[in-house]
């Protein structure tokens, strides 16, 4: 079974930056970025296929979230440039089972959950 734990939130001002890390037991090719800001759903950030590098993002973070990962170290990152008051939420890594899940960065795709990290953007 995988096991996934997040580390590196915490509050920044607007137009901050944070780099969000997510250790994971064992091998998995796909893996992504999720969040759930207050009182809202859970949301897809962005995903990344370990077989040829592909990565996926929601509208609302492209151009100013990363999403990488080590293989050689078993770690998951997201980099997130640019935040912005909306981007505060927990964030949460996440492991899915299939390609177009990925693709869409679709929650319903996910079968293993990290606990999750706070990020607070302030204005």
């Known amino acids: 079974q995988v096991q996934l734990l997040e580390s590196g939130g915490g509050s920044v001002q607007a137009g901050g930056s944070l780099r969000l890390s997510c250790a994971r037991s064992?091998?998995?090719?796909?893996m992504g970025w999720f969040r759930q800001p207050p009182g809202k759903e859970r949301e897809g950030v962005a995903c990344?296929?370990?077989?040829?590098?592909?990565?996926n993002y929601a509208d609302s973070v492209r151009g100013r979230f990363t999403i990488s990962r080590d293989n050689a170290k078993n770690t998951l990152y997201l980099q997130m440039n640019n935040l912005k008051p909306e981007d505060t939420a927990i964030y949460y890594c996440a492991v899915l089972s299939f390609r177009n899940s990925c693709s869409r960065v679709d929650p319903r795709g996910v079968n293993a959950w990290g606990q999750g990290t706070q990020v607070t953007v302030s204005s």
């Open positions: 064992g091998y998995s090719n796909f």
């Open positions: 990344i296929y370990a077989g040829d590098g592909t990565t």
